[in-house]
């Protein structure tokens, strides 16, 4: 620095001499020079690199100090580097000494430093590698074919949320040495891409289908007749094969001429095999690692060794971890390094490095020093001895190198990553650089020279830094036809964490699908898929939701503004409707079609398609023409309005009151097999004709049957049929009379069923909007800083409480610890506030009066009363229907009791012994509503009248 003062000096009075006279010389040289000077001191700061953002706190001595022992280390690998360079003039320099962020050299292994973080995810190794290429930004080397000069620390690193790729490969191998793995850091050279970041040409692994397991089919125990039996062949076509054949072949030629025509950037690369790079490498067997692997620090991918899948790795020079540092001695086959201008003789004149005998020997000459000089804590000296075994080397740099060959020589070439053998304990394959001789009792061994301790304080991450994952809470990925967008969670107000872009070709043009998924909605929506292509919209939910809802699709057609919807879809999971629905299909305006499962009446699907859509009931009651059509009233498509816009981020559905009454023409019902009763009597599919006034039934297939039984009624009582098995009895017309009445209840409930659950999709739909309008998000009981907001929106319910109750600010702010605190307790308890609709529905601009005290009285009294009402209707009405249902079979069974037999007594027995068991227990229930009834409204009223906030204005 002081010469480079003096020739700045210099400069500027030669810049000088030309403009000003002799006089006023002298005093601009003063002038200039001491500019000079404070110049030098800010240009420090190009040469040593500093924190955009000082922390105010000053580093720790480690930082900005060497001890006595790392400037022996120092001295040490200065000497070994000098050594290796002149064996091997030919090979890369090798990365020992970095200078850290304060400007001070320290042994490139002492930048690790093992540390394990309080985070469950961190643990794992895959986990840990996802985090920090996702918390730390990318940097791309200055120059790509040198090393970095100033190598910061990991707790720097961590902090900035940025660095190159050997800070991001010392910070995730720190993690990893510290929650037990056997990791090193890689040092080597690469392709453009890997060292650019660049993922335009690989494809997005979230797209990649997981491995489908293939289930080995079960070996079942063959009769002798089965082998005698000749297997069908199985057939194919030979002209499908030659087609499939010519079209392979024609996309592999395309292929092949769009890669002649582009060459691939690394054959364009003028730095294609000089690019370095670091990466990190794991090696069994801690921590239960069967199979070594790669782990690229800048992506967070994992590449097994036993795979060929990390071809983008061109070279390894050397690898290191917190203890030792190797060097990569493997040499290709001597028929690959062999050159045209070359002799064999050439290549075998290069010498090894000393034998590990004699470093030995050196190094515990060298070590035999005061124990002064070994500690690792002592403090710095100025003199420093040179190792024994180097004496034979020159001091000068220029006289221990060895002279410039000619260029005849044979260039170095490195073995290829996947024949390179890491057993780091054989020396002829990896050269360490601190070596300690097994065969040593400890007592000797520790005196010899070993890699000095970590200067790096123990890494430290914060909840709120981890919970943030990515910088500035996003990140954006570009794969090969598609785009990746990160949030980290609750860093968007509708929950989002991922943004998939996926495109039909490479080039990123034309659109197919934008996936969207989402975290800690209360909803339960996981992912919205929107496809433009096909104008359709696809949403998936987790367990949990109100309504059960697995999926809901739609297909809209946006320049249709009266008819927006055609279908829609709505998947439930299975078991979490009390009727067993799973799927809904609603072609709009034409048919709705419900699957189920696990139903006691076996019934698996209905449908009802409706007329033509143009013909549309009027409010008036349907003519005698067609008194026996049944309307329901359906989600039409004038009834929903859907704001699908394939450019906007959300999607919102609005629903109006208006809806449309269609005239059924058909309804349908199917049934599984119930293997109780004969198939002959067991109904497979049951045909509503409501257009033809007719009932078509099918029953199941007998066994070893192709044909199935069959029986149509008509409306004016006829019935015909077609019987299978003629030996199974011909029902009776009795039987058939009971058949029809039972049909012609089926399809009333048939109606009833497919309007209740219209009502029901309707209402999910409503639900829906309301979710997409005010969406809500979950937020953890134990995340304080997030349920800070929440404790303000409670501080503002108990100040409107306070002023429904007339009270002022002071009133407010002097109980609104002890009402939070007793919400809370009744929170725990489960308790609810029976006034809060109530108070809540009332203006908070008006005190609290009598008159608005008794409004709310009487509004809760009511509430109670029309609940009481209606599970007593509720009752009552079960009661009823049970009493006629056992009537009706009571006569039935008077009218005709010649008809009688055996089976039919005792099913008769059955049926009246379970009916007035539930007849005498919804007479229980009754009585016991009515009792309980009057007491729960009498409690209430107490309540009410002793309630601190309408006891003062009810007195």
């Known amino acids: 620095l002081d010469r480079f003062a003096g020739r700045r000096k210099q400069w500027y009075q030669r810049r000088v001499r030309g403009i000003f006279n002799e006089d006023k010389l002298l005093c601009w040289q003063y002038v200039i020079y001491v500019i000079s000077l404070v110049t030098i001191t800010m240009d420090e700061q190009y040469f040593f690199p500093y924190n955009p953002h000082p922390d105010p706190k000053p580093p720790p001595h480690s930082y900005t100090s060497r001890t006595q022992y790392e400037d022996l280390v120092i001295e040490y690998i200065e000497n070994f580097r000098r050594q290796f360079l002149s064996l091997y003039p030919s090979r890369p320099t090798l990365y020992l000494c970095p200078s850290n962020e304060h400007g001070v050299e320290k042994f490139i292994t002492s930048f690790i430093r093992p540390s394990k973080l309080p985070f469950k995810e961190l643990y794992d190794a895959k986990g840990a590698a ?101 297997k069908r062949p199985l057939l194919s076509s030979q002209f499908q094969k030659r087609k499939e054949q010519k079209k392979r072949e024609s996309e592999a030629s395309l292929s092949n001429s769009e890669n002649s025509n582009d060459s691939s950037p690394s054959q364009k690369d003028p730095y294609h095999g000089y690019r370095l790079h670091c990466w990190v490498l794991v090696l069994p067997p801690k921590r239960d690692v069967e199979n070594a692997f790669f782990i690229e620090s800048t992506t967070g991918t994992i590449y097994p060794l036993s795979e060929s899948n ?266 979490f409707r009390l009727d067993g629905l799973i799927l809904r299909e609603e072609f709009v305006g034409r048919k709705i079609a419900e699957t189920y499962a696990d139903r006691d009446d076996l019934m698996v699907y209905r449908s009802a398609t409706f007329a033509d859509p143009s013909y549309v009931f009027s409010n008036s009651p349907p003519s005698s023409a067609v008194s026996t059509a049944r309307t329901i009233q359906t989600t039409s498509s004038k009834s929903i309005e859907s704001a699908v816009n394939p450019a906007n981020n959300n999607t919102v559905l609005k629903l109006n009151d208006s809806e449309k009454a269609l005239p059924i023409r058909k309804m349908s019902q199917k049934f599984a097999r119930n293997v109780s009763i004969a198939a ?54 009795r039987q058939l009379y009971e058949d029809y009445q039972r049909f012609l209840s089926l399809e009333r409930d048939c109606i009833a069923r497919l309007r209740d659950t219209d009502r029901e999709a309707l209402e999910i739909l409503q639900l829906r909007e309301t979710q997409e309008n005010y969406i809500e998000l979950n937020v953890s009981i134990y995340d304080i800083n997030r349920n800070k907001s929440l404790h303000g929106l409670e501080s503002t319910a108990i100040s409107n409480a306070a002023r429904l109750l007339g009270r002022d600010s002071t009133f407010a702010g002097g109980v609104s610890t002890n009402m939070g605190a007793e919400n809370r307790k009744k929170e725990r308890r489960g308790e609810v506030d029976y006034l809060a609709p109530y108070l809540h529905s009332l203006p908070l601009d008006k005190p609290m009066t009598r008159e608005i005290a008794v409004q709310v009285k009487e509004a809760c009294l009511k509430a109670m009363r029309d609940r009481l009402v209606q599970k007593y209707n509720l009752i009552q009405s079960r009661l009823e229907k049970e009493n006629s249902a056992l009537q009706k079979r009571q006569k039935a ?63």
């Not at 040092?187 to 990649?208: F, K, M, V």
Request: charged share 25%; glycine share 4%.
């Open 310 to 575: 990390y071809s983008h790795y061109i070279s390894i020079e050397s690898v290191w971890n917190d203890s030792n540092y190797w060097v990569n001695m493997q040499q290709p086959k001597l028929s690959h390094t062999i050159l045209p201008t070359q002799s064999n003789s050439n290549i075998n004149n290069i010498n090894p490095l000393p034998s590990i005998a004699s470093r030995l020997s050196s190094i515990a000459s060298f070590s035999q020093r005061p124990s002064t000089v070994l500690s690792q804590n002592s403090p710095k000296q100025s003199i420093v001895q040179r190792p024994s075994f180097f004496t034979n080397m020159q001091s000068s740099p220029s006289q221990a190198l060895p002279p410039i060959k000619s260029k005849a020589e044979p260039k170095y070439r490195s073995v290829e990553v996947k024949d390179i053998v890491f057993d780091m304990g054989d020396p002829s394959k990896w050269e360490p650089v601190f070596i300690s001789d097994a065969s040593q009792d400890e007592q000797d061994n520790s005196q010899v020279l070993r890699a000095p301790n970590s200067w790096v304080e123990k890494l430290h991450l914060n909840k709120e830094t981890y919970q943030e994952r990515y910088p500035n809470g996003r990140k954006t990925i570009h794969y090969c036809g598609c785009t990746v967008e990160y949030f980290s969670e609750y860093n968007r107000s509708d929950g989002m964490v991922k943004r998939l872009y996926i495109y039909k070709d490479k080039t990123n043009t034309q659109l197919v699908e934008e996936r969207e998924v989402f975290a800690n909605r209360k909803d339960f929506l996981s992912t919205r898929s929107k496809f433009p292509l096909d104008n359709k919209v696809s949403e998936q939910f987790s367990r949990g939701s109100s309504s059960g809802l697995k999926e809901h699709t739609y297909i809209y057609e946006p320049l249709d503004n009266e008819n927006p919807i055609e279908k829609r879809e709505m998947h439930f999971y299975p078991g």
């Open 680 to 733: 002959d009597d067991d109904v497979q599919k049951l045909t509503f004709h409501i257009d033809q006034k007719k009932i078509v039934i099918r029953y199941h297939l007998g066994e070893g049957r192709i044909t199935s039984s069959t029986r149509v009624y008509t409306k004016d009582g006829k019935a015909k049929g077609f019987q299978v098995d003629p030996f199974h009895g011909k029902p009776t017309p």
């Open 893 to 955: 069974r008077e009218i005709d009791k010649t008809q009688n037999t055996p089976e039919s007594e005792e099913e008769y027995e059955r049926f009246v012994q379970e009916t007035s068991f539930r007849i005498k227990i919804l007479e229980q229930r009754l009585a016991r509503h009515q009792k309980q009834g009057v007491e729960k409204f009498t409690t209430l009223e107490s309540k009410l009248a002793n309630d601190s906030r309408l006891a003062e204005f009810l007195r």
């Open 130 to 230: 996802s985090f920090i290429a996702d918390h730390i930004e990318y940097e791309e080397l200055s120059y790509p074919a040198e090393f970095p000069s100033v190598l910061r620390s990991p707790t720097d690193v961590l902090k900035d949320k940025r660095g190159n790729c050997f800070e991001i490969s010392i910070l995730l191998v720190s993690m990893l040495i510290g929650n037990g793995y056997d990791a090193y850091c890689v040092s080597g050279t690469a392709n453009i891409e890997t060292t650019t970041l660049d993922l335009t040409s690989q494809t997005c692994p979230l797209l990649t289908p997981p491995p489908v397991e293939i289930e080995t089919a079960v070996q079942h125990d063959l009769s002798p007749y089965d082998l005698l039996i000749a």
